[in-house]
């Protein structure tokens, strides 16, 4: 079974940082693509970055741009986050995605006080 278990999400004050790592279990292949994304309450679930299997990253989303950085080693995959604002505040879900098959984490929260 594929597992993917996100980890370091919290509350921290705006203008703060934080890190978020999420790894896989159970799937040795190196995925294609890893994303992660946001799901502010009441909203859909937004794709924020990704990075491939050489290292390419990409930022969907304008409003993270200088402030998010993707990295991964092979199936473990962070996010670095400065200059957090409030409207960052949201459940942040990974997911890993080879050939066909596309696995999510659980989400952990993040929420940012003004």
């Known amino acids: 079974q594929v597992t993917l278990v996100e980890s370091g999400g919290g509350l921290v004050q705006s203008g703060g940082s934080l890190r978020l790592s999420c790894e896989t279990f159970g799937f040795s292949t190196s995925f294609h693509t890893m994303e992660w994304y946001r799901q502010a309450p009441g909203k859909q679930r937004d794709e924020v970055a990704r990075i491939t299997d050489d290292g390419f990253a990409y930022y969907p989303d304008d409003s993270v741009k200088g402030r998010f950085t993707i990295s991964r080693e092979k199936n473990t995959v962070y996010l670095q986050m400065d200059s957090l604002k409030p409207e960052d505040t949201g459940v942040y879900y990974c997911?890993?995605?080879?050939?066909?098959?596309?696995?999510w984490g659980q989400g952990t929260q993040v929420t940012v006080s003004s």
């Open positions: 997911k890993g995605a080879w050939r066909s098959y596309i696995y």
